[in-house]
């Protein structure tokens, strides 16, 4: 079964300070990436996909992600994080041979970012 | 993109009465929508897809006795939870949209306690 794993479950930066935020699938095949951000009180919003082509994909608010085929991974990063990033983190995969579209959703993160 | 309304966001009930979320999606017509739930540091998890005008589809390990789901019209979804017990207690988020290459819309979510 496709699975996701995300290896921080929280996480604790002091603003400007780097941020990765690891990802990996268990799938051999064709896969599509997100990356979702869940802020307090607010819904799930994107961040950021990837479908093909540059394997370093950039999102919204200074976010990016690389996808390693070989690693099946699909971290996160931010070079300078924001007391406004504090928030749950979510990867997701879907796979065209899963049928309908399903999410295949990692554990969350939650990142909290001290002032 | 697409606003997804999810109500109530927080429900509190007695063990053994039934509870209803609500999912509309306020600016397009969705055919599908999908309903999650999330267990505390655990991933979302999908519970059923659910088919405007057509009987949900669950997902294994999911009671559709107890997760009633209706999708009368192309803007509501409603999930009910029937004979509610503390083990149901849980977060509950739905979406709509979402395919190989798009991205999904998601309510808010709500936060089901059963006492």
């Known amino acids: 079964a496709q699975s996701v794993s995300q290896h921080n479950h929280h996480v604790i930066l002091s603003e400007a300070a780097s941020l990765e935020l690891g990802c990996n699938y268990s799938?051999?095949?064709?896969?599509?990436l997100f990356w979702y951000v869940q802020y307090p009180g607010q819904h799930l919003q994107l961040l950021l996909k990837?479908?093909?082509?540059?394997?370093l994909v950039k999102g919204i608010k200074g976010f990016e992600a690389e996808f390693i085929k070989s690693k099946f991974s699909f971290n996160l990063r931010k070079p300078s994080v924001q007391w406004s990033d504090t928030a749950e983190y979510f990867c997701?995969?879907?796979?065209?041979?899963?049928?309908?579209?399903?999410?295949?959703f990692g554990t969350g993160t939650r990142l909290k970012v001290l002032a | 993109g697409a606003v997804v309304s999810q109500h109530p966001s927080w429900v509190i009930c007695k063990s053994g009465t039934s509870v209803k979320i609500e999912c509309r999606s306020l600016?397009?017509?969705?055919?599908?929508m999908f309903w999650y739930r999330q267990f505390p540091k655990q991933s979302l998890m999908l519970m059923a897809t659910?088919?405007?005008?057509?009987?949900?589809?669950?997902e294994q390990g999911v009671e559709k006795d107890k997760f009633l789901i209706n999708h009368a019209s192309l803007t509501l979804s409603t999930l009910t939870v029937t004979s509610a017990h503390p083990e149901d207690s849980s977060f509950y988020i739905c979406?709509?949209?979402?395919?190989?290459?798009?991205?999904?819309?998601f309510g808010q979510g709500t936060r089901l306690t059963v006492v």
């Open positions: 979406s709509t949209g979402g395919g190989f290459t798009t991205e999904a819309f």
């Open positions: 600016d397009f017509q969705a055919t599908t």
């Open positions: 799938y051999g095949g064709t896969v599509n």
């Open positions: 997701a995969v879907i796979s065209p041979t899963s049928g309908t579209y399903k999410y295949i």
């Open positions: 990837y479908f093909s082509g540059d394997p």
């Open positions: 659910s088919n405007e005008g057509s009987k949900a589809t669950y």
